[in-house]
């Protein structure tokens, strides 16, 4: 093995919170406190791969709701409508704004369908230790952790909007359940992020 | 920095191991919860939905798939899921997606309708969905069975089931200026509103359906009267200018106006009792006209001021009007006399006619021979003007007095009434005899001769002045000193009343001394020849002596 070990290898275990490095015992899930800090020590993150795929299977259920249910209702001189995400995108884009559809269609549907795309993929691939381009899936899943923080830009837009247009009468935006089901989504997809250990990608090099 | 190399690594420490109690992760409870969430909207998605129904409208303006909303008492109850085009392209059909709590108002004989904003003249509907849109309004029906495809109205209902009130058929000739949702007014109190129209099936008349809202529709008897109640009247009468009107939505938009006739105790009508649509209010009040007599008047004045409509009056009683004026040419006499005919309603008279002799004839043969006696007694028809102001003509049937004869024609047709030249024409005509014999009075010379006469005067005054006045003062003057000796001469010292004194004296001694002869003569008769003797009184010689004064005196 020309390869540098790892800690695996050494039988070593590192805290996550103070850098104290101990002997790993077992191998497996069971919950080992740091002598120094108290902090959980665990080789991989414990059950990464299973949580992260019951936040990935919340966040899609969630996504059913949040794209089918209006996420804003607009009242423009009495002339109120509830409006779906894809209603939103196809009212601007017949209106011509197509900038504007084009950005709320990124950051709406195609960043969390992507999401779920790429989580399911790396947790796939994960899953069956493949050892099929394991750096362009790190560097995939550095991409959905740095993407994730931006996902909530809907769920601001509508609360910013509707703080905002409050004009009695005249215009009036208030936030429909959809966008609570669109910021779960969110939620969801980034705690399943947090959880998918990219470390797991490379314990398939091992074997 | 490779940890192998290190040397006298540190002892890693050996955690205790402590194991978990759950063999199943609880993280799936997220997803289970999740689940579980999206589950129980869908079965309350489903629990919620009403039916869907299909409602076809002509045309789709304001409806909007998703958005337009259906509203019943305001109340939204539905959403209108698509609108497409039916299968031969007349109308679209909007599909429906109605409220759970709503599926009561898919009834078989619900009305739908799409409310947009209205403008018309009497007022405007629907403000509301000038900016929000226009939406779908429900009228729901009181039948039992359920419905799903309904045909939308193009224009709202004029009255929403369940609207307390009742409904009233009223006919009438033309639809004029009304139309559905016109007012009804009683005592000029909108009460209700025209429903519905339809021409009759004969095409004679049109049948307006009339809804009054309780409490009004008891004022509707079985006696009442309806009239239409458009436009303005102007009248101009004896107790000056009116101008009466319901409303002024009326005068544009029309209305109708109904009325019970005073001291009426009629019942309330029931609902769907038929009436008659009267011309305006005075008409409605007026008994049935009955049949109409047409009757020509031959006038040779002009007629101007004379229009179609004029009233024709039979003492001062309206019984007719004028329909036709012609004009006609009369060779014999190089005229153009006005040929005007009238038609009259001989049973405005009232309870008159019933007194009228009755002929066992046809109703025209009866007519005429009743005209041929009046005009044998000064019936003559007269162009009048009813308004000295406008020059406003109107025809009077009267009685004239020493009207000269002329022949009636009791047999032809039309009937001609002979006509006179109209009061005022009249009085025209005697205003200029007058003036013309004033003209021929010679002014000129009347004046003249009054002229000379007065310098005449004039000259015999002077003379007067001027020798009649001195010689009257001087004849005045002799006068006064005639009085004043005669007066010289009755005063008390004067001679003569002295004289006439004393003659008088004289005058008493005389008769003294007849009086004694008298006695004398009367008791001695012999002394008239013995004379008197010594015991004789006095008295015989007296009367001698008195019968010589006497002598004497007569002397």
Known sequence: ??????????????????????????????????????????????????????????GLIFYIPASMLPVMYTDLLGNGSDSTIMHGIVEFWKAGSWAIAFVIFIASVAVPC?????????????????????????????????????????????????????????????????????????????????????????????? | MNPVSDKNPPEPHNPAVTRSRWRVSPVWLVPTVAALIGLSMVIHAWLSSGPEITISFKTAAGLDAGKTRVKYKDVTVGTVSSVTLADDGSHVVAKISLARSARSLARADSRFWVVRPRIDIGGISGVDTLLSGAYIGVDTGSAKTERTAFTGLETPPAVINGTAGKSFVVHTIDLESLDIDSPVYYRHIKVGRVASYKLDDDGRGVSLQIFIAAPYDRFVTTDTYFWNASGVDISLGADGFKLKTQSMATIVAGGIAFAAPERSNNAPAPADTQFVLAKDEQ?????????????????????????VGAPVEFSGINIGRVVSMNLDYDASRQRFPSVVGIEIYPYRLGPVVAKLPKIEANIDQQDAQFLSQMVVHGLRAQARSGNLLTGQLYISLDFVPHAPKVTFNANARPLTL????????????????????????????????????????????????????????????????????????????????????????????????????????????DALLRGRTADQPLAAPELRSNTATSQESKQ
């Open chain 1, 1 to 58: 093995m020309s390869r540098p070990p790892r800690t695996q290898q050494l039988g070593l275990i590192a805290c996550h919170a103070c850098g104290l490095v101990c002997h790993h015992i077992v191998g497996g899930n069971e919950h080992v406190p740091c002598p120094r800090c108290g902090t959980a020590l665990h080789r991989r993150r414990p059950d990464s791969i299973t949580r992260a795929w019951a936040f990935l299977i919340a």
């Open chain 1, 114 to 207: 992507a999401k779920f795309l790429v989580l399911g993929l790396l947790l796939a691939t994960t899953q069956r230790r493949s050892r099929w381009a394991m750096r362009e899936r790190a560097r995939l899943y550095r991409l959905v952790e740095l993407v994730g923080y931006w996902s909530m830009l809907d769920v601001l837009v509508v609360a910013i909007v509707s703080a905002l247009v409050k004009f009695q009468g005249l215009s009036d935006i208030e936030p429909r359940i959809g966008i609570l089901f669109f910021g779960m989504v969110v939620i969801f997809t980034m705690l399943s992020a947090m959880n998918f250990d990219p470390r797991l990608i490379w314990d398939a090099d091992e074997t």
């Open chain 2, 283 to 307: 008409s409605a009040m007026a008994p049935p006209d009955g049949p109409a007599q047409y009757i020509q008047l031959r006038f040779e004045q002009s007629l101007r001021g004379l229009s």
């Open chain 2, 418 to 525: 002979p006509t006179v030249s109209g009061g005022f024409d009249q009085l025209q005509e005697q205003v200029a005899s007058i003036v013309s014999k004033i003209d021929k009075i010679p002014l000129e010379s009347i004046g003249h001769h009054l002229d000379t006469s007065l310098s005449e005067l004039d000259g015999t005054l002077k003379q007067i002045n001027g020798q009649v006045l001195p010689e009257t003062t001087l004849t005045l003057r002799q006068a006064r000193q005639t009085f004043g000796a005669a007066q010289d001469m009755l005063a008390e010292d004067s001679p003569l009343q002295q004289n006439l004194g004393q003659t008088l004296q004289e005058l008493q001694r005389t008769a003294r001394s007849v009086h004694m002869l008298t006695d004398l003569l009367s008791r001695h008769p």
